[in-house]
C-alpha cells in the first residue's frame, strides 16, 4: 500500500501514474521535471501547453507518452518562504490534489517525488510528514481505491527521510 523506493522516476515501470514536481507554467524545467519530460518526449510538452499553467498545490493530468506508465500527474509545489506563507498547507494540497486525480481517472498505482524539497528547498523532514499524513489520510478517506502509494527518492539521504517518516 504505501512504500518508498530509491531510485529514478521515469524508470518506474509499475505504476499508472507518476506525479511530476512542476512549476505553475508546466512547461517543464529542470529537476524531476526536466527529468520527465525529457523521458516522455516532446509530446508531453504539446499536451501541457494546452493546459495554460496550473496554480501551487493544484493538479493537472495528462498521457504519459514514451514513459512506462498512462498518465503523469503535474502538480506544482510551493516554494519555501520561512513556512509562514501557507507552504505546508499548499504542499498537503498538492498531494490531496494529485490522489483525487488519480481516483478520478482509475489509476489505482502511484509514485511520488519528493515535492518541493529540491529547487523549492521545502525542509525534507517536514515535507516527508506532511506527504505521509496525507495519504494515509486519502486512503482512509477512499477506502479500496488505492491499491498503491510510493515515492520514489533520488537520494539516500531523501529516501531514508521519507522511510522514517513511513515507519513513524
Ligand atoms: N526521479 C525522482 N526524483 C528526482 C529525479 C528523478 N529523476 N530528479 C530529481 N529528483 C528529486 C530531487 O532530488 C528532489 O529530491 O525530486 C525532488 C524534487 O526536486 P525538484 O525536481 O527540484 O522539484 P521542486 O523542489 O519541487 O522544484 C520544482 O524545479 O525543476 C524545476 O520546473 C521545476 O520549477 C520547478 C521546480
Same mark, same amino acid.
Given at each position: 500500500?504505501?512504500?518508498?523506493?530509491?531510485?529514478? /522516476?521515469?524508470?518506474? *515501470?509499475?505504476?499508472?501514474?507518476i506525479?511530476?514536481? !512542476?512549476?505553475?507554467?508546466?512547461?517543464g524545467?529542470?529537476?524531476?521535471?526536466?527529468? /520527465? $519530460?525529457?523521458? !516522455?518526449?516532446? &509530446?508531453?510538452? %504539446?499536451e501541457?501547453?494546452?493546459? $495554460?499553467?496550473?496554480e501551487?498545490? #493544484? !493538479? &493537472?493530468?495528462t498521457?504519459?507518452? %514514451?514513459? =512506462?506508465?498512462?498518465?503523469?500527474i503535474?502538480t506544482?509545489?510551493?516554494? @519555501?518562504?520561512?513556512?509562514?506563507? #501557507?507552504e505546508r498547507?499548499?504542499?498537503?494540497?498538492?498531494?490531496?490534489?494529485?490522489?483525487e486525480?488519480?481516483?478520478?481517472?482509475?489509476?489505482?498505482?502511484?509514485?511520488?517525488?519528493?515535492i518541493s *524539497?529540491? +529547487?523549492?528547498h521545502? =525542509? +525534507? %523532514?517536514e515535507?516527508?510528514? /506532511?506527504?505521509?499524513?496525507? !495519504?494515509?489520510?486519502? +486512503?482512509?478517506e $477512499?477506502?479500496?481505491?488505492?491499491?498503491?502509494?510510493? @515515492?520514489?527518492l533520488?537520494?539516500? $539521504?531523501? @529516501? &531514508?527521510?521519507?522511510e &522514517?517518516?513511513?515507519?513513524g
Open positions: 500500500m504505501f512504500r518508498t523506493i530509491r531510485g529514478d /522516476i521515469t524508470k518506474v *515501470t509499475d505504476v499508472d501514474a506525479v511530476n514536481a !512542476a512549476n505553475t507554467s508546466l512547461l524545467g529542470g529537476g524531476v521535471d526536466g527529468a /520527465i $519530460h525529457r523521458a !516522455a518526449g516532446p &509530446k508531453l510538452l %504539446e501541457c501547453r494546452t493546459l $495554460h499553467g496550473c501551487t498545490g #493544484k !493538479a &493537472k493530468i498521457g504519459a507518452y %514514451e514513459l =512506462p506508465c498512462s498518465y503523469v503535474h506544482p509545489g510551493p516554494i @519555501w518562504q520561512g513556512g509562514h506563507k #501557507k498547507e499548499l504542499l498537503a494540497s498538492c498531494y490531496q490534489s494529485c490522489l486525480l488519480a481516483v478520478q481517472h482509475g489509476a489505482r498505482r502511484i509514485a511520488f517525488p519528493s *524539497t529540491g +529547487v523549492y521545502f =525542509p +525534507v %523532514e515535507a516527508a510528514g /506532511i506527504a505521509v499524513r496525507t !495519504a494515509k489520510r486519502f +486512503v482512509q $477512499h477506502p479500496g481505491e488505492l491499491e498503491l502509494i510510493e @515515492w520514489v533520488f537520494d539516500d $539521504h531523501t @529516501w &531514508k527521510v521519507y &522514517k517518516a513511513l515507519q
